[in-house]
């Protein structure tokens, strides 16, 4: 899918997998590495775009000048596992847990279920 009339906004609504991301805003990539890690590439795009929601105000209403901010921080994504790795890099909140967590469950409540 790569429909440059659809607005911004409908055409993310479209998009479902990390390729249609990836070939919608004219990133080139590598399908081994969006394979193994296309949903730490996405969270990561996420992240970015969160980071950046107030730099990307002033493209309000500027199209073209959006998708190409939207397209800088998806190969920003990309690129950070192109260079590293999911371990590394720590996306999701399990990576970045500090030692073992334990929770304590009685017998009792185990009995009750």
Known sequence: MNDDTLELEDALEELSSAEDFL????????????????????????????????????????????????????????QDFVDSDALTEKVFKVFKMQGPQTTFVSADSLLQG
């Open 23 to 78: 070939l919608y805003f004219g990133v080139e990539f590598e399908p081994s590495v969006v394979q193994v890690n296309r949903l730490h590439i996405m969270q990561r795009f996420h992240d970015y775009l969160g980071q950046s929601e107030t730099s990307l105000e002033e493209y309000t209403g500027n199209e073209e000048a959006m998708r190409a901010a939207y397209a800088a921080l998806l190969q920003r994504a990309y």
